[in-house]
């Protein structure tokens, strides 16, 4: 169980991409073989690499990954880095937040507008139901990167003398 809840977000990666991958690759086949598309893969495709994308930021997070910019972070001194480092962990979640709350009342409008998605004619909230959750999920993992530095930081100090 604690390798799922560990390792959640690149499993639901994995799974969207063989999807995604599958589905393509049936409508190259269905496109050369009768010279016609699935129209739906589009819909499905697009709304796949929206999931992807915020499942994948989870997992840049986790690992420290995302892009940075850490010319003054590397010059302060120690104590000055982490004022940085919580002052950026504060807005990176406040952000975050603020995208999963966004995310909520967009999957709840559609819920309750009844809207439908443009191909396929299903729900339209089937697309967003995720993307609260995979926000708060990479509030997570960057509220655990950050304590991972916090804690390195302080390892290094008890190192250093």
Known sequence: MSFLLREAEKIVCAVILLAMTALGFANVVVRYLTSYSLASTEELLTNGFLL???FGA???ARNGEHLAVTILYDAVPRPVRRVILVLSSALSVALLAMSAWFTWQLFANQFESGVR???LQIPAWYYSVALPFGFALVIIRYIQHAFE???GDTQEVVADV
Do not use: G, K
């Open 52 to 54: 992807l994308t915020v």
């Open 58 to 60: 989870a997992i840049a």
């Open 117 to 119: 998605s443009y191909a």
């Open 149 to 151: 530095r916090w804690r």
